[in-house]
């Protein structure tokens, strides 16, 4: 009897470490720039709280972050294998304490408000990230406590190409991805969407119900009470309009002087270049980005969003004549816009109608086809 609830958990434990292992690594894999921003928040929060030796892996985050991405996935699929067991079982163990005591220390302290956990595609707050490691451990201790009565599915040498197999497209993969744009965008700029719209709070309502209930009293709730618990439905009416927190909440265009250009950027075509800051900015596809500003159409109208320093920006864009005005932003919202730096957007009235990484720059006729 034992030995069969055993081996029942043994199935679902393989299963479920392994498979939100596999979706958590591939939802990282899918925009690996994101995990290197989150790293770079951990590793400034640690170098804070417990000694700035952690500031000399921030230049490495996103290395450090590929592999770990990638580490997610293999480990993922080595659990469904039940391959290597012994030494998988002990890497799940040990990553699943550091990541444990990490999401808890976020929480507790509230350092970091999302741990990233599964990118932007589902976003956790710290506890519901602490919790949901808590009950992974205990499958991934029940995993490791029997690591030495599993047998590999596969025979060696096949197991061993699999995993070799996996590791490479996964690293296949997240390059791809650091060199270009993320397969799928799950943040509120990505393209199709109204920035305008999305600053706007939406609006869900708030229902009042009114039943009687077993002693033929009136009742009001904001839930509906059910028949079978003795309440005999009435009416209903919307008591309130409750709003939501608005997608984008600190969007900003400000020009050096002061003045907000926000609504100016949501008027008409603008192509949107995006520089993080100057320092880090990938030269070698400058000359295509100026020629791309000289060459668009007068319907479309250059603009530069820039948390750089102001006189550093000026330097930068009289370097490479640059003709284009420029605004400030803040750093992380222009992170969350494109995940490259230099990039590209192309609105209209607010609505993003195309973005493209700095190896991806379009040509001014690409552009300008978008004129309508």
């Given at each position: 009897m034992f030995t069969t609830i055993r081996k029942g958990i043994d199935i679902f434990s393989r299963v479920f470490v392994g498979c939100l292992f596999i979706f958590s690594g591939l939802i990282k894999l899918n925009?690996?720039?994101?995990?290197?921003?989150?790293?770079?928040e951990y590793f400034e929060v640690f170098s804070s709280d417990f000694g700035s030796f952690f500031e000399i892996f921030i230049p490495?985050?996103?290395y450090i972050g590929l592999f770990l991405i990638v580490l997610e996935v293999v480990l993922g699929f080595a659990v469904l294998l039940n391959y290597k067991?012994?030494?998988?079982?002990?890497?799940l163990l040990l990553l699943m304490v550091f990541f444990t005591f990490l999401t808890f220390y976020s929480a507790y302290f509230n350092k970091v408000t999302d741990c990233g956990c599964f990118g932007d595609a589902i976003p956790l707050t710290p506890w519901q990230s602490f919790y949901k490691d808590v009950i992974l451990i205990f499958f991934v201790l029940h995993l490791f406590w029997y690591r030495r009565l599993y047998k590999q599915e596969l025979p060696q040498v096949a197991g061993h190409a699999?995993?070799?197999?996996?590791?490479?497209?996964?690293?296949?993969?997240?390059?791809?991805?650091?060199e270009h744009l993320p397969y799928i965008d799950f943040r509120?700029?990505?393209?199709?969407?109204?920035?305008?719209?999305?600053?706007?709070?939406?609006?869900?309502?708030?229902?009042e119900y009114t039943f009687k209930d077993k002693e033929g009293k009136e009742v009001k709730s904001q839930k509906f009470l059910m028949p079978n618990d003795g309440y005999e439905y009435i009416s209903s009416e919307v008591i309130n309009e409750k709003e939501s927190t608005p997608k984008i909440t600190d969007y900003q265009a400000i020009?050096?002087?002061?003045?907000?250009?926000?609504?100016?950027?949501f008027t008409g075509y603008k192509l949107?270049?995006?520089?993080?800051?100057?320092?880090r900015t990938d030269k070698d596809h400058m000359d295509e980005i100026t020629g791309l500003v000289n060459g668009v159409n007068t319907t479309i109208k250059p603009m530069v969003l820039t948390s750089a320093n102001p006189d550093d920006f000026e330097v930068f864009r009289h370097e490479y004549q640059l003709a284009a005005p420029y605004y400030l932003t803040d750093a992380t919202v222009l992170k969350a816009m494109i995940r490259s730096n230099p990039g590209v957007m192309l609105l209209h009235n607010g609505t993003v109608l195309g973005k493209w990484h700095y190896n991806d720059?379009?040509?001014a006729d690409v552009i300008n086809s978008y004129v309508q």
């Open positions: 925009d690996p720039i994101g995990t290197k921003i989150k790293l770079e490495a985050a996103l067991m012994k030494i998988t079982t002990w890497i699999a995993i070799v197999l996996v590791t490479l497209v996964s690293f296949i993969l997240g390059i791809y991805a650091i509120p700029y990505k393209i199709g969407n109204s920035l305008p719209e999305k600053m706007i709070a939406e609006e869900s309502p708030i229902i020009s050096v002087d002061g003045d907000d250009f926000t609504e100016e950027s949107i270049l995006v520089f993080y800051d100057t320092q720059v379009p040509t």
